[in-house]
């Protein structure tokens, strides 16, 4: 078992930054990858960017490249989400989650999620 906790979200003007952090406990932590998927309601879990085990190796989603940067920290099992630039159709619940094996950007493919934290992104 892995529990995650999400926290740094909030509300921000566009063009500002917020900086998400995740905090891992159970399981090894270096053991898994970790990835960020964000949801609003009535539409489905999206796949934003994903770290592999060492932090050296980074995926995202053409949306946010350029803007959001994924770092871990394996010392504090802590993964940051580094948002800048923010727009409005970044307002969503963004979760962490977490999985062994390769990243994929298929939600339900992932094993353990956080409780999501809420960003909403003002115009």
């Known amino acids: 078992q892995v529990q995650l906790v999400e926290s740094g979200g909030g509300l921000v003007q566009a063009g500002g930054s917020l900086r998400l952090s995740c905090a891992a406990s159970?399981?090894?932590?270096?053991?898994?990858?970790i990835g960020w998927f964000r949801q609003a309601p009535g539409k489905e879990r999206e796949f934003v960017t994903a770290?592999?085990?060492?932090?050296?190796?980074?995926y995202y989603t053409d949306s946010v490249k350029g803007r959001f940067t994924i770092s871990r920290d394996n010392a504090k099992n802590t993964v940051y989400l580094e948002m800048n630039s923010l727009k409005p159709e970044d307002t969503d619940v963004y979760y962490c989650?977490?999985?062994?094996?390769?990243?994929?950007?298929?939600?339900?493919?992932?094993?353990?999620w956080g409780q999501g934290t809420q960003v909403t992104v003002s115009s």
């Open positions: 989650t977490t999985r062994q094996g390769r990243y994929t950007v298929v939600a339900n493919s992932w094993d353990y």
């Open positions: 770290v592999d085990y060492s932090g050296s190796i980074r």
């Open positions: 159970g399981r090894t932590f270096t053991s898994y990858i």
